[in-house]
Nanobody, 115 residues
């Protein structure tokens, strides 16, 4: 059974940091690109960062470049999102995702950057 489980969200003051993790099972993790997305109420789910199967290529939405970093550990079947210098506008539910025959999603983890 394909499963993605996010963790690491929480409440942090603006300027703070969080590290999200996504543990994957049910498919050959090392052969798929992975992505982190985020969604706020009433808005579409948007791509924040993506990483190629072996981590050699990454991409970011402009608003997080220089602050967020995506990485993966294929030995642990886990993808990470290091989020630094968090801003109130980063507040959202964050999801990890992969396209394995169809788009699959984790359950999401809430990030709240607020004072």
């Amino acid at each position: 059974q394909v499963q993605l489980v996010e963790s690491g969200g929480g409440l942090v003051q603006p300027g703070g940091y969080l590290r999200l993790s996504c543990a994957v099972s049910g498919f050959t993790f090392s052969t798929y690109s992975m992505g982190w997305y985020r969604q706020t109420p009433g808005k579409e789910r948007d791509l924040v960062a993506g990483i190629s199967p072996f981590g050699g290529n990454t991409n970011y939405v402009d608003s997080v470049k220089g602050r967020f970093s995506i990485s993966r550990d294929n030995g642990k079947n886990t993808v990470y999102l290091q989020m630094n210098s968090l801003k109130p506008e980063d507040t959202a539910v964050y999801y990890c995702s992969a396209f394995v025959e169809s788009r699959i999603w984790g359950q999401g983890t809430q990030v709240n950057a607020s004072s």
